[in-house]
C-alpha cells in the first residue's frame, strides 16, 4: 500500500494525490486506488471586472476550483478509471461531470474518455466575458476537454450535457464525440438544442488542436425564430436588427469556425417557406462585419427578411426632402441605423422574381455594402410585369451624417402602367404621388440622370 501527493507551488491551490495498492507483484502486478486532485485555474484568464454604470464591482470573481476524483485500476497493459467525478467550486450552482475512461499501451497509447453532466454553467466555467459570443465560450470549454488527452495518443471523447448556460441562454440535449488520430481532431457528433428552437448537427474536423480554433465541416441548422438565434448565436442585437425575421429557418452548408470568424458556405436554406442558395461570412475585430448572398428562383424578402424592403427603399429612393416632409419612418432609417452602428454589412442578391410584399420584381441583381458609413451600390438592377427596367450604381459617403457622394440611375418605361409602378416605388406622399402620376402617360420613356449630393452650386436652393 501507498500514498503519494504533490502540491502545485505556482498555483496555491492545485494539489495531486493517489493512494492505492499494488498486488501480485510476483505475478501478474496489478495497481488498485484512488485518485484525487484540486486544480485552481488560472485567475489571469479571468474576465477583468467592469464598471456597470459607473459603479465598480466589489470584487473580482472568483477563478473556479476544479476537484477530481476517481478510482483507479490497472495492470501492465490497461488503466481504469471508474466513478470520475469533476465538480467547480466557486462557480455559484454546485456542478458535476461523471464518467470513466480506459488507456490501453501495447501497441500505442490510446485513450477512451466518457463523461456526462446534467447541468453546467459554461459561461463561468469557461470564464467568458460579457462581449464574448457563445460560440467561442463553447470553443474555450471544448478546448479545455481536449487538453485533459495526450497530444501523440489516439483518444475518443464521448461527452453527454442535458442542460448548460451558454451565452445567457439554456441550452440542451448537447451531444459531443470526437476522435484523435495522428495529430488530427475529428468532430464525429455534435448535437446540441440552441435559443429559438434551434436544433444543431455539426461534424467535421480542426486543425488548431490545441486551442481548438480551425474548424472545418458540415453543418445542419433548424430552428423557428431566425432573430433571436441570430441575436443569441452573435451576441450582437445589431444582428438581429438588421435581420428581424421571427420565423423558422433551416440551413445546411460547409461551417468554418476562425479566431474571430465564422464562414458558412455551399448553403441551402428555407427561410420563412422560401428555399434559396448562397454564402454568409461573419467576423468580429475593431468594428463588426456580416455578408450575405442570397440566391434563388423566387425570394420573398417579406419572410425571410423583413426589414430589408425598407432599408432598400431607403437606401435607392429616400431624400433629404422627404425625410424633411415625413419624418424617418422605422423601415427608412435603416441604412441611417446601419451606418451609425459598429456593424458593416455588405448584401448580394440574385432572383428570379424578388416578393417585396408591394410591386414584385424580376431579374433582380443587388449588390450593396454599408461599410463605416460609406453606401456603395455596385449594382441595383430590376424588371417589373409592367415592362419597368431600373438600374442604379453609386456611392456615397456618411449616410448617417451629411451625405455626399453619385448616384446614377436610369429607368426605362415602356407604357403608363411601367411608369406608374416606378413612382409607386418611389413611395411618396400623397401629394407628390398625385403629381408624379400625371408624367406617367408621357411613356413610353427612357430616363437616364446622375445625382451628387452634398454639392452645392451658387445660386442654388
Same mark, same amino acid.
Given at each position: 500500500?501507498?500514498?503519494?501527493?504533490?502540491?502545485?507551488?505556482?498555483?496555491?491551490?492545485?494539489?495531486?494525490?493517489?493512494?492505492?495498492?499494488?498486488?501480485?507483484?510476483?505475478?501478474?502486478?496489478?495497481?488498485?486506488?484512488?485518485?484525487?486532485?484540486?486544480?485552481?485555474?488560472?485567475?489571469?484568464?479571468?474576465?477583468?471586472?467592469?464598471?456597470?454604470?459607473?459603479?465598480?464591482?466589489?470584487? %473580482?470573481?472568483?477563478?473556479?476550483?476544479?476537484?477530481?476524483?476517481?478510482?483507479?485500476?490497472?495492470?501492465?497493459?490497461?488503466?481504469?478509471?471508474?466513478?470520475? &467525478?469533476?465538480?467547480?467550486?466557486?462557480?455559484? =450552482?454546485?456542478?458535476?461531470?461523471?464518467?470513466?475512461?480506459? *488507456?490501453?499501451?501495447?501497441?500505442?497509447?490510446?485513450?477512451?474518455?466518457?463523461?456526462?453532466?446534467?447541468?453546467? !454553467?459554461?459561461?463561468?466555467? *469557461?470564464?467568458?466575458?460579457?462581449?464574448?459570443?457563445?460560440?467561442?465560450?463553447?470553443?474555450?470549454?471544448?478546448?479545455?476537454?481536449?487538453?485533459?488527452?495526450?497530444?501523440?495518443?489516439? &483518444?475518443?471523447?464521448?461527452?453527454?450535457?442535458?442542460?448548460?448556460?451558454?451565452?445567457?441562454?439554456?441550452?440542451?440535449? #448537447?451531444?459531443?464525440?470526437?476522435?484523435?488520430?495522428?495529430?488530427?481532431?475529428?468532430?464525429?457528433?455534435?448535437?446540441?438544442?440552441?435559443?429559438?428552437?434551434?436544433?444543431?448537427?455539426?461534424?467535421?474536423?480542426?486543425?488548431?488542436?490545441?486551442?481548438?480554433?480551425?474548424? %472545418?465541416?458540415?453543418?445542419?441548422?433548424?430552428?423557428?425564430?431566425?432573430?433571436?438565434?441570430?441575436?443569441?448565436?452573435?451576441?450582437?442585437?445589431?444582428?438581429?436588427?438588421?435581420?428581424?425575421?421571427?420565423?423558422?429557418?433551416?440551413?445546411?452548408?460547409?461551417?468554418?469556425?476562425?479566431?474571430?470568424? #465564422?464562414?458558412?458556405?455551399?448553403?441551402?436554406?428555407?427561410?420563412?417557406?422560401?428555399?434559396?442558395?448562397?454564402?454568409?461570412?461573419?467576423?468580429?475585430?475593431?468594428?463588426?462585419?456580416?455578408?450575405?448572398?442570397?440566391?434563388?428562383?423566387?425570394? !420573398?424578402?417579406?419572410?425571410?427578411?423583413?426589414?430589408?424592403?425598407?432599408?432598400?427603399?431607403?437606401?435607392?429612393?429616400?431624400?433629404?426632402?422627404?425625410?424633411?416632409?415625413?419624418?424617418?419612418?422605422?423601415?427608412?432609417?435603416?441604412?441611417?441605423?446601419?451606418?451609425?452602428?459598429?456593424?458593416?454589412?455588405?448584401?448580394?442578391?440574385?432572383?428570379?422574381?424578388?416578393?417585396?410584399?408591394? =410591386?414584385?420584381?424580376?431579374?433582380?441583381?443587388?449588390?450593396?455594402?454599408? !461599410?463605416?458609413?460609406?453606401?456603395?451600390?455596385?449594382?441595383?438592377?430590376?424588371?417589373?410585369?409592367?415592362?419597368?427596367?431600373?438600374?442604379?450604381?453609386?456611392?456615397?459617403?456618411?449616410?448617417?451624417?451629411?451625405?455626399?457622394?453619385?448616384?446614377?440611375?436610369?429607368?426605362?418605361?415602356?407604357?403608363?402602367?411601367?411608369?406608374?409602378?416606378?413612382?409607386?416605388?418611389?413611395?411618396?406622399?400623397?401629394?407628390?404621388?398625385?403629381?408624379?402620376?400625371?408624367?406617367?402617360?408621357?411613356?413610353?420613356?427612357?430616363?437616364?440622370?446622375?445625382?451628387?449630393?452634398?454639392?452645392?452650386?451658387?445660386?442654388?436652393?
Amino acid at each position: 500500500r501507498f500514498k503519494a501527493s504533490v502540491r502545485d507551488r505556482a498555483k496555491r491551490g492545485s494539489t495531486y494525490s493517489v493512494n492505492g495498492r499494488f498486488s501480485d507483484l510476483k505475478g501478474q502486478p496489478r495497481l488498485e486506488g484512488e485518485v484525487t486532485a484540486k486544480l485552481q485555474l488560472d485567475p489571469a484568464q479571468m474576465p477583468k471586472a467592469q464598471a456597470e454604470d459607473g459603479v465598480m464591482p466589489l470584487r %473580482q470573481a472568483e477563478a473556479p476550483l476544479v476537484d477530481f476524483k476517481a478510482n483507479i485500476a490497472g495492470d501492465a497493459k490497461r488503466l481504469e478509471l471508474d466513478d470520475i &467525478s469533476i465538480s467547480f467550486e466557486s462557480v455559484g =450552482q454546485p456542478q458535476l461531470i461523471v464518467g470513466g475512461a480506459q *488507456a490501453t499501451w501495447a501497441d500505442a497509447l490510446s485513450i477512451d474518455l466518457n463523461l456526462s453532466s446534467r447541468w453546467l !454553467d459554461l459561461d463561468r466555467i *469557461a470564464v467568458s466575458s460579457a462581449s464574448q459570443s457563445p460560440f467561442d465560450t463553447a470553443r474555450d470549454f471544448l478546448s479545455a476537454l481536449l487538453q485533459a488527452l495526450p497530444a501523440e495518443a489516439d &483518444s475518443k471523447l464521448r461527452f453527454d450535457l442535458d442542460q448548460a448556460n451558454l451565452g445567457g441562454e439554456a441550452v440542451s440535449g #448537447i451531444r459531443l464525440e470526437v476522435a484523435r488520430s495522428k495529430g488530427m481532431l475529428f468532430v464525429k457528433d455534435l448535437r446540441a438544442n440552441l435559443p429559438g428552437g434551434a436544433r444543431l448537427a455539426l461534424d467535421g474536423t480542426v486543425a488548431d488542436v490545441e486551442k481548438a480554433r480551425g474548424f %472545418q465541416g458540415e453543418l445542419a441548422l433548424r430552428g423557428t425564430s431566425l432573430a433571436r438565434f441570430l441575436n443569441w448565436a452573435s451576441n450582437d442585437p445589431a444582428v438581429a436588427e438588421a435581420v428581424r425575421n421571427e420565423g423558422p429557418f433551416s440551413v445546411q452548408g460547409r461551417l468554418r469556425l476562425g479566431k474571430s470568424s #465564422i464562414e458558412l458556405t455551399d448553403v441551402g436554406a428555407e427561410i420563412g417557406g422560401t428555399p434559396l442558395s448562397g454564402e454568409v461570412r461573419y467576423s468580429t475585430g475593431e468594428r463588426t462585419r456580416l455578408a450575405v448572398v442570397l440566391e434563388g428562383h423566387e425570394i !420573398d424578402a417579406t419572410q425571410i427578411w423583413p426589414g430589408a424592403v425598407g432599408y432598400l427603399k431607403g437606401m435607392l429612393f429616400a431624400s433629404a426632402a422627404d425625410d424633411a416632409a415625413k419624418g424617418e419612418t422605422e423601415d427608412a432609417g435603416g441604412p441611417r441605423r446601419l451606418a451609425n452602428s459598429e456593424i458593416d454589412m455588405t448584401l448580394r442578391v440574385k432572383a428570379g422574381k424578388l416578393l417585396t410584399g408591394g =410591386q414584385p420584381l424580376g431579374d433582380v441583381n443587388i449588390d450593396v455594402t454599408i !461599410d463605416q458609413g460609406r453606401l456603395l451600390m455596385s449594382a441595383v438592377k430590376f424588371v417589373t410585369d409592367d415592362g419597368l427596367a431600373f438600374e442604379l450604381e453609386g456611392d456615397v459617403a456618411d449616410v448617417a451624417g451629411k451625405p455626399h457622394g453619385v448616384l446614377r440611375w436610369v429607368v426605362a418605361a415602356p407604357a403608363p402602367s411601367a411608369a406608374s409602378a416606378f413612382i409607386r416605388l418611389l413611395d411618396l406622399s400623397e401629394d407628390r404621388n398625385n403629381v408624379a402620376m400625371r408624367f406617367a402617360d408621357l411613356a413610353p420613356l427612357r430616363i437616364a440622370g446622375t445625382i451628387s449630393l452634398g454639392d452645392r452650386n451658387d445660386g442654388t436652393a
